[in-house]
Structures are given as structure tokens and as C-alpha cells.
């Protein structure tokens, strides 16, 4: 599946492990990729965050409030394992780009899965920071074409 990303989505989908780790969190999982996708300030998909009033920083601190930092006494050596919500995301992202007849995944697909993804801790961050998420998906739809 991983074969189909652009080199910024493979890009993103490693600062999303990164990001997991740093917070010592043993899975990845959507919130790491919506702030790895806000880490970026130079992808569209930031860009468009950013226009919806979401910064990296208030995306931080929101997911932090929903996510609890626990640890445990085993550990994860090696790549993180992903959640099942990150597996739906990407998988779904493969799906977008087939939808706007793509051949590549790009970061504007992982978006419009991440807004897609039912329960998710990204998008009911972005929900309680008051983001519209169709209209976000309106403007990563119009960005697309």
C-alpha cells in the first residue's frame, strides 16, 4: 500500500512515528499524522489548516488534552506498530487519489482521509477546535483539482 505515496506523504507517515515516539506513545495513530501534515508549513494541507484556524500549536495542545500519555511496562522496539484508525487512514488515502484519478498518494489525500475517520482522535481535535470539517474537505477537494 505504502508503495502508491508521493515522497511527502512517505515524508509524513515518518514524522508521524517520530512524533509518536517523542511523546513516548507505543502506536501511531491519525493525530500524529494531522500534526505531522501541521508540521509542514509549506504543504497545502497545512496551509489550509492554518486558513481554518488551526496552528500546529493549538493542534498540539487540543490532542494533548485527548490522547493520555501512558506508559506501560513493555515497549516497542524498532518501527512503531500503526492503530487500526492510522491503517483506515491510509488505506482510505489509497482511495481518495483512485476518486480523483491520482496515481500517487499525496498529503491531500491522507488529509481527506484523516477528516473521514469516524471517532478518530485528529478529527475530533479538529472538531472541538471548531473547524467545519466539509468545508475543509471542500477546499482540499477544490485544491485537488
Given at each position: 500500500m505504502y508503495e502508491h505515496l508521493t515522497a511527502e506523504a512517505k515524508d509524513i507517515l515518518g514524522k508521524a512515528e517520530k512524533l509518536a515516539e517523542d511523546h513516548?506513545?507505543?502506536y501511531v495513530d491519525t493525530e500524529h499524522i494531522l500534526l505531522a501534515i501541521a508540521s509542514r508549513p509549506s504543504c497545502p494541507a497545512a496551509q489550509l489548516l492554518v486558513r481554518h484556524g488551526v496552528s500546529r500549536?493549538?493542534?498540539e495542545k487540543?490532542?494533548?488534552?485527548?490522547?493520555?500519555?501512558?506508559?506501560?511496562?513493555?515497549?516497542?522496539?524498532?518501527?512503531?506498530?500503526?492503530?487500526?484508525?492510522?491503517?483506515?487512514v491510509v488505506a482510505n488515502a489509497v482511495t481518495w487519489a483512485r476518486k480523483l484519478k491520482e496515481d500517487r498518494v499525496d498529503t491531500k489525500h491522507l488529509m481527506l482521509a484523516v477528516l473521514h475517520e469516524e471517532g478518530s482522535a485528529a478529527r475530533i481535535a479538529m472538531q472541538e477546535l471548531g473547524?467545519?470539517?466539509?468545508?475543509?474537505?471542500?477546499?482540499?477537494?477544490?485544491w485537488a483539482m
Open positions: 513516548q506513545q507505543e500549536a493549538k493542534l487540543k490532542i494533548r488534552q485527548l490522547v493520555k500519555n501512558e506508559m506501560s511496562d513493555s515497549f516497542v522496539t524498532g518501527a512503531l506498530p500503526s492503530a487500526p484508525h492510522l491503517q483506515n473547524v467545519n470539517l466539509t468545508q475543509l474537505q471542500k477546499d482540499l477537494l477544490a
